[in-house]
């Protein structure tokens, strides 16, 4: 704490976030470090609020900004292993932005490209976001739910304790 204190009287630090693949993480930095202004986690389009103890609740109360990464599950969403999404480009990922960004206590989500065309078509998820979802929205929530159940490799299989947040 000292040193983000110092360091921010300096100008060197603005803002302090922080990012973990183990939720209990941020339960007890939201609850004794207020100096953190966003945290960082893995935030699927299928991510559901757990229940009373929100992570996202929580952040909303403390005024930290979430920001969603990994949101299609390392490619597994779209029906691939994680190391065969490079290049390639699924239409469906508007439709999953387009969901993910329903969730008004998320400042924003961070999905991987590495093309241009990746980016259009996430893009386009966040312009489209207020508008209604569509038959075609359903259809491709639907494939991606039973891609990512089907595709989740063995070292990605900790993405499932972020399915509740």
Known sequence: AD?????????????????????????????????????????????EEFGGDSLLKLAQEKNVGVIGLKPFGAGTTFGLKPQQIKGKVDKRATSLVKEMLQEKRLSAIIPGVNIPEQLEVNVKGAYDKDKPKTAKDEQALLECKKNYYANLTPEYRWLHKWERV
């Open 3 to 47: 040193v983000f204190q110092k360091a921010k009287q300096q100008g060197k630090v603005r803002f302090l976030g922080i990012s973990a693949h183990n939720p209990k993480v941020f339960h007890r930095v939201l609850e004794k470090y207020p100096q953190f202004s966003v945290i960082i986690f893995p935030y699927l389009f299928l991510t």
